[in-house]
Nanobody
Framework: QVQLVESGGGLVQPGGSLRLSCTAS????????MGWYRQAPGEERESVAT???????YYADSVKGRFTISRGSAENTVYLIMNSLKPEDTAVYYC?????????WGKGTLVTVSS
């Protein structure tokens, strides 16, 4: 069983920055992939960024150049640094982990970009 806990959401003005964190707990070692999805009101959940154990990273086109994903040294933590935030980045951000052939999800953290 893997539990994911996110933190770092909040209210920020357009052009501002936030850092999201997610830590996996439970009997975990060497998680294959960790990343972030987001879901805006009335929209489907979409992939934002993924970090693979081998160091590869993937980003949605809408966030390339603005967001950076990284894994912690213990590999059970993932961070998302979000710069140049736009109102359309407003959403609930969910952390996920791919481990042991299964996917696990956090409960989400709300990011609101508004003046």
């Amino acid at each position: 069983q893997v539990q994911l806990v996110e933190s770092g959401g909040g209210l920020v003005q357009p052009g501002g920055s936030l850092r999201l964190s997610c830590t996996a707990s439970g009997s975990v070692s060497s998680i294959y992939a960790m990343g972030w999805y987001r879901q805006a009101p009335g929209e489907e959940r979409e992939s934002v960024a993924t970090a693979i154990r081998d160091g590869s990273t993937y980003y949605a086109d809408s966030v390339k150049g603005r967001f950076t994903i990284s894994r912690g040294s213990a590999e059970n933590t993932v961070y998302l640094i979000m710069n140049s935030l736009k109102p359309e980045d407003t959403a609930v951000y969910y952390c996920y982990a791919s481990y042991g052939g299964m996917e696990y999800w956090g409960k989400g953290t709300l990011v609101t970009v508004s003046s």
